[in-house]
């Protein structure tokens, strides 16, 4: 097949989000494609499309749908043809794909662990007894509930800049936030620290950015296989796996890591209660073709041992 490359006069749509860091995360995609091919900027449109997930800041993602809020209306502009890539977060990604589309393409993964933020304060460790902290996660509010049961949660939705407004304000004392969304918006100077994962174990996913297309558009398919990294790729099955078969939604806190070492690929998981009072873990290593199947083993251990009642707060 002869590759026919996008031009200003056709050119090539890529669908975003339009906070500050989907609009960076789509300009980085723009820039790999014109490095690839020798394109100039204006053969690639960026289009902003306004989601659910952006409209509703006041209630919890749970409350009004999941995950899925951040993509609908950017996967339904794709299969009408009124773009034609999608640039999302992985960490947002819902785990099986509307018919008709899929994602295939990874570019290189940021930093995975998540960044302490606080104008007042340097550490977890360091915070007063009893104040309190910022965050619309669930993963987050009991991994922080596990280790400082005293602290007080409230709801912090948002993009970055919301989030640090609501932090000036006296909302919370402090927020957490992905330190790839920090290195990539320019704002790493934002964090007081990093989290490493031992202590806080990032989302599935998080640091990843997924470029996703219509199945059968075999020219998007050409156009984005030099963008993807295989190694991503390789890590992402495993821990995209493990939330499939744990039924991962923005209603169950899950965290999750897979991280390479030459051949063997290691894969550590984990799920919470909410109230933070018990947190169940697993860790596996084996061949990097193999994660996938770790994955969806290491789903079923954890299903396991959480027995009857685990999850009956999901109602």
């Known amino acids: 097949m002869t590759l026919t490359l996008p031009t200003p006069a056709q050119p090539l749509k890529i ?10 995360q789509a300009y980085e995609t723009r820039a790999r494609l014109m490095a690839a091919f020798d394109l100039p900027e204006e053969a690639l449109e960026i289009v902003v499309i306004k989601t659910t ?3 509703v800041l006041d209630r919890p993602l749970k409350e009004i749908g999941g995950k899925g809020l951040f993509t609908r209306e950017i996967e339904q502009a794709m299969l009408v043809g009124e773009i034609d890539i999608a640039v999302h977060s992985m960490k947002d990604m819902p785990v099986l794909q509307p018919e008709g589309l899929t994602l295939d393409c990874y570019l290189p993964r940021e930093d995975v662990r998540d960044a302490f933020v606080s104008f007042d304060h340097d550490s977890l460790a360091a915070l007063p007894e009893g104040v309190k902290i910022g965050t619309s996660s669930l993963r987050r509010r009991a991994q922080l509930l596990i280790v400082r049961p005293d602290l007080e949660v409230v709801e912090f939705r948002g993009n970055v800049q919301t989030r640090m407004k609501k932090l000036q304000d006296g909302v919370a004392a402090c927020t957490f936030l ?3 969304g920090l290195n990539r918006l320019g704002m790493n100077d934002v964090a007081k620290s990093a989290i490493e994962p031992e202590e806080m174990l990032p989302a599935i996913a998080q640091g990843a950015i997924g470029i996703e297309r219509r199945l059968d558009d075999l020219r998007c398919a050409a156009l984005l296989e030099p963008l993807h990294d295989r190694a ?3 890590r992402l099955a495993a ?4 939330l499939a078969a744990l039924d991962g ?10 991280e390479l070492d030459g051949g063997t690929l290691r894969l550590r998981g984990e799920v919470l209660r909410p109230d933070g009072s018990e947190r169940l873990c697993e860790e596996a290593t084996g061949a990097i073709e193999d ?16 027995g009857e009642g685990f999850f009956d707060w999901r109602g």
């Open 249 to 258: 939604s923005c209603e169950t806190p899950i965290a999750g890591l897979a």
């Open 178 to 180: 992905a330190m790839a």
């Open 291 to 306: 994660g996938a199947e770790m994955g969806r083993a290491m789903a079923a251990r954890l299903l396991d041992r959480a």
């Open 239 to 242: 821990e995209r796996a493990l």
């Open 53 to 55: 997930g952006d409209k």
């Open 232 to 234: 991503t790729g390789e």
């Open 15 to 24: 669908g975003t989000r339009g906070s500050p860091l989907a609009l960076a």
